[in-house]
């Protein structure tokens, strides 16, 4: 039987640190409001460095823990929605940055659960020997973005990239991946494109959406709470595995009151949940893989533990993938 497992982890974050202070003379709004409402201290936020540029620095150091060649590399999955270029990818940049020839690569756009995503697919691609060795990255320049007078938003995001290398193993890593979505409930959370404008058009489309994230908070609150409790419950379910035979959750780092709602509901401890949102802000694809790295350089998992990844977000999306900790 062949698995796959997670044998080395990387992230990046922008140098430039903006505390709530900082904002509160952008917008109407305070430290109190935003700590008490979202957990959220700090944010990193790209002062030049585009999409590709972090991601490749995450992924040069997840190759680099992994303790493999990067030629050893033969697939990337990219997660983001923040891309430099439709076209090409953010995937195809970063493989020219890392200098690596001829492998397939490409992103994928589920929101915030992108990363949870392409885990799947890696997963996939590994189990049916099609590949070996994949980089899986989530990396996101939310700034560019943000309505920057939005109280109601440009709170809760920053920058940052996260990679992890998954490989071919006998020895089980990934247990197993669980992911859905919802594109009737699109609206409550939007970051629109390019708005349809050509000369055929009869009537010329002026009002398009200006593209930056717009979102009904309350909404996306709820379906939050609902939908990590139930991706969590599908992978339990499918693995036959308790709630307690989990050792850590690492949840998309969206607002630290929806994790303690969770974690209550789940009768979890909040210990048991990683969390860095305090200084990162929600990071979409970003905020798992950041999340699981810093965890596992801080020495909080064991060789055997059991991990549940789980993520919520615009789409709507969702997923969950349970994973051993092999390293
Ligand atoms: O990656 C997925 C993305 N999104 C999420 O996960 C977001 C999920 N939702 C949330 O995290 C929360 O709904 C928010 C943090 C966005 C908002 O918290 P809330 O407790 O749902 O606040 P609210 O929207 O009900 O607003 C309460 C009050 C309002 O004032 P009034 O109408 O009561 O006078 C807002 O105008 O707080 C006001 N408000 C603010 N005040 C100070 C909204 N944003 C701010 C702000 N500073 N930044």
């Excluded at 303790?67 to 050893?72: E, M, N, S, Y």
């Amino acid at each position: 039987m062949v698995y796959s497992k997670i044998i080395g982890t990387g992230a990046y974050v922008p140098a430039r640190i903006v505390k709530n202070d900082e904002l509160s003379k952008m917008v109407e709004t305070n430290d109190e409001w935003i700590t008490s409402r979202t957990g959220i201290k700090e944010r990193r936020i790209s002062i030049g460095e585009r999409t590709y540029q972090i991601a490749a620095k995450a992924a040069t150091e997840a190759i680099k823990n992994a303790g493999i060649d990067k030629k050893d590399i033969d697939m990337i999955i990219l997660a983001t929605i923040t891309p430099d270029f439709f076209m090409p990818s953010t995937a195809n940049l970063v493989q020219a940055e890392l200098g690596l020839e001829d492998i397939p690569s490409f992103d994928i756009a589920a929101g915030c659960t992108g990363f949870v995503y392409g885990l799947q697919i890696a997963d996939q691609f590994i189990k049916s020997k099609q590949s070996k060795t994949i980089l899986v990255i989530g990396a996101e320049v939310l700034s560019k973005v943000t309505d920057w007078s939005d109280r109601n938003t440009c709170v809760l995001f920053g920058d940052g990239a996260g990679a992890v290398v998954l490989k071919s193993s006998n020895q089980e890593g990934i247990i197993c991946t669980y992911t859905g979505s919802q594109g009737d409930l699109q609206e409550s959370l939007t970051l629109p494109a390019v708005p349809l404008k050509n000369p055929f058009l009869q009537v010329q489309n002026n009002n398009g959406k200006p593209n930056h994230i717009s979102m009904c908070g309350k909404e996306v609150f709820q379906f939050a709470t609902r939908i990590m409790i139930k991706s969590i419950s599908q992978v339990l379910n499918k693995s036959n595995l308790l709630i307690d035979d989990i050792d850590y959750i690492i949840p998309h780092q969206a607002n630290i009151r929806i994790i303690d709602h969770v974690a209550r509901e789940l009768k979890v401890e909040r210990q048991r949940f990683i969390i860095n949102l305090d200084r990162f802000g929600n990071t979409s694809s970003a905020s798992i893989p950041l999340a699981l790295d810093e965890a596992h350089k801080k020495k909080i998992f064991c060789p055997g533990n059991r991990v549940i990844m789980v993520a919520f977000g615009g789409g709507l999306t969702w997923g969950a993938a349970l994973s051993n900790w092999t390293m």
